[in-house]
């Protein structure tokens, strides 16, 4: 009943000895010995601040015995002020070490009292590679010039008049472009998805990602059944069968085709140009265009630039931890962009699918946060400001954007780490070889959504 007494403090503990072992790779296993006398010391400090406190029947308030109190409290007081002592002493020889730890340190067996009474124990430690001073003058960078043109601006519009389409059920065969509506069923290695009846499917021809149910459906009219082995895409939504092959069984709703708004004054208005001018919408577009192009030209250069960097250090090793969590941050990105609960069963289950794609994002950030460190690069206060005002000022409510970044720690943090990489960018860009390369605006779009 008083064991919230007993109160876990940070436990001042002088190591009496550390040895750090190099197991492979990135892991160190460091071997500690805590001085018994020091833990005692603190056991019964506890035991005195207790004997003060406890209520025990037949005896006054603060009168308790200390023989009573360590009968009763001196085990639970012994084991808390041992697991306190373990994490001051771990964190104590990490800093006594020089380690930069990539994860959590891992205990790996209960700490152990030896026959002279010290405390010793064994913890896993994976850490960061120590990178080489990075010759960025040896980089080579292919830097890619592309401008807005008329012709992106009239297919920006087009893409605006598809986006805004209406659909009118036909009772004909599927032809590319049209929306077909299907109920759909797999069966795979792990069983049926779904386990009974049929999913709901939408898809356009064409513009679906979908290759193999492009092809299916192609040709048939509602009411139409098929049975086919598809190989289905990786980001597909049902993760049992995302990135394999499985039976699929379909049937076909509905088959609408597309009909385009044509670009009136009210289809104009509808983007929030109130003169319902198509220049001053045009106008708009080349500004969204511009934008656009210059951050997937960052993007491009970036890409570009990791790619020069990894190849400088072919054998940088980088820590299995912060993959395997870059990983499951990227499954459980993948099921929320398909509406599904990211729960840690699936997300687990879904991760092994990226670790090559995770370990390369890894290998990157470490290498930017190299170059930004070594180069003493410092997150630019007004290039933040910038950006955050950028995405705020394509809201109808810009102040309330900006309050709502600054006010939230994470998503401050997500634009600091973007500013940063940029920075690092421009700076690289400064001082690498630079060779200007001619692209379309397309291009660069295309080529920077592949890199990202």
Request: hydrophobic share 40%; aromatic share 4%.
């Amino acid at each position: 009943p008083c064991s919230h007494l007993l109160d876990h403090q940070q436990v001042n503990i002088i190591i009496m000895q550390v040895s750090v072992e190099n197991t492979g790779g990135l892991e160190r296993k460091l071997t500690v010995q805590v001085p018994g006398d020091e833990i005692n010391d603190k056991v019964n400090s506890k035991l005195r601040e207790l004997s003060k406190q406890v209520r025990i029947k037949g005896f006054r308030p603060g009168r308790v015995p200390m023989s009573v109190v360590k009968q009763r409290y001196g085990k639970q007081a012994r084991q808390e002020i041992i697991s306190d002592a373990v994490q001051a002493s771990i964190q104590q020889a990490i800093m006594d070490e020089k380690l930069r730890p990539a994860a959590m340190p891992r205990l790996d067996s209960p700490p152990q009292d030896m026959d002279n009474g010290d405390v010793s124990f064994e913890v896993t430690i994976e850490v960061y590679p120590e990178i080489d001073t990075i010759d960025v003058a040896a980089l080579n960078i292919a830097r890619p010039e592309a401008e807005v043109t008329d012709a992106d601006v009239d297919e920006m519009l087009k893409t605006l008049r598809e986006q805004r389409r209406t659909w009118n059920e036909v009772e004909r065969g599927a032809e590319e472009g049209d929306q077909v509506i299907l109920d759909f069923a797999a069966e795979g290695e792990e069983g049926r998805v779904p386990e009974e009846d049929y999913t709901r499917l939408s898809i356009i021809i064409g513009d679906s990602g979908f290759e193999d149910m492009d092809k299916l459906v192609t040709g048939l009219e509602a009411g139409a059944e098929k049975k086919k082995k598809l190989a289905f895409p990786e980001g597909f939504r049902e993760a049992a069968i995302a990135g394999k092959k499985a039976k699929a069984e379909i049937k076909v709703v509905k088959v609408s085709e597309p009909e385009l708004p044509e670009v009136d004054e009210e289809f104009i208005q509808g983007f929030g140009v109130e003169d319902g001018d198509i220049d001053s919408l045009k106008v708009e577009i080349r500004g969204n265009l511009e934008r656009e192009l210059k951050q997937a030209t960052t993007t491009l250069l970036k890409n570009r630039l990791v790619d020069e960097l990894v190849k400088s250090v072919p054998d940088l090793e980088v820590p299995q931890a912060v993959v395997r969590e870059e990983a499951a941050g990227m499954a459980a990105q993948i099921l929320s962009s398909q509406g599904q609960e990211p729960d840690q069963e699936l997300v687990a289950k879904l991760a092994g699918n990226f670790m090559d794609q995770a370990e390369k994002r890894v290998r990157a950030g470490l290498m930017m946060g190299e170059l930004a460190q070594q180069n003493s690069i410092r997150v630019d206060g007004a290039r933040v400001r910038e950006a955050i005002d950028t995405v705020a000022s394509t809201y109808e409510e810009p102040a309330e954007v900006v309050q709502l970044y600054y006010g939230n720690q994470r998503l401050l943090q997500q634009v600091e780490s973007s500013v940063l990489e940029e920075q690092v960018v421009d700076w690289v860009l400064e001082n690498a070889k630079v060779t200007p390369k001619d692209m379309s605006f397309q291009d660069v779009i295309q080529e920077s959504t592949q890199a990202s």
